[in-house]
């Protein structure tokens, strides 16, 4: 019998289109991942838009695997670029604890030409950034076309680390893991709160 199972969190904030057409993503998501056969659940995460823990089959407890996923549309990414949001974003993700980041790029570079007069200003920067993250700072990041295919990227993900960890022991699934997820929720949070005016200004001139 299986020491652990693993569980897909999925930020529950998560929302995609405008206006009237703008929709939950984040139950979308849960939906599609469910046809997966991929257990999600749903909440409000301190950094990330999606992340990987393991729940404890003897008592329910809950701990942190070290994947944590940041998933923008390319038009998103470009416009958070402007107002700051990714770079505060990915900072979050840095100072988490969770050493394996994954970046995920959602949309068909042609997209692109609905914010086309922001990509021609900020191109540039845009993709030293991407740089920065992939081999400066470890990223993997990712582009997918659509959200199926985000759904298969994290369907992959999860058979992997469900092969990994299900029949390791207890002693070994906490020595593997990067703690207690109230833990790590708790003090991600008290750290955003902990950023400084100096700190979010340095940020957006990054």
Avoid at 4 to 21: H, K, Q, T
Avoid at 25 to 44: F, G, H, S, T
Avoid at 123 to 139: A, E, F, T, W
Wanted: contains cysteine; neutral net charge; glycine residues 6%.
């Amino acid at each position: 019998e299986p020491t652990a199972e693993v569980i897909l969190l999925i930020d529950n904030r998560e929302f995609i289109g405008n206006g009237a057409s703008r929709g939950n993503y984040a139950y979308e998501m849960e939906d599609a991942l469910l046809q997966c056969k991929v257990r999600p659940e749903l909440r409000c995460l301190p950094a990330g838009d999606a992340m990987f823990i393991l729940r404890l089959t003897d008592d329910g407890s809950e701990l942190v695997l070290d994947h944590i996923i940041e998933r923008k549309t390319l038009c998103d990414y470009v416009e958070s670029w402007k107002d700051g949001r990714v770079r505060r974003q990915t900072h979050a993700l840095d100072e988490c604890g969770i050493p394996r980041r994954m970046l995920i790029l959602e949309g068909r570079l042609s997209e692109l030409n609905s914010c086309a007069g922001l990509y021609k200003e900020s191109g540039p920067m845009l993709q030293r950034h991407l740089c920065d993250l992939s081999v400066g700072k470890g990223y993997f990041v990712h582009n997918t076309r659509n959200m199926r295919e985000t759904v298969a990227t994290f369907a992959s993900m999860y058979r992997h680390l469900e092969r990994r960890y299900s029949h390791m022991s207890r002693e070994e699934l906490v020595r593997r893991s990067c703690g207690t997820y109230s833990g790590w929720a708790a003090a991600t949070a008290a750290r955003s709160k902990r950023l400084t005016v100096e700190q979010l200004f340095s940020l957006q001139l990054c």
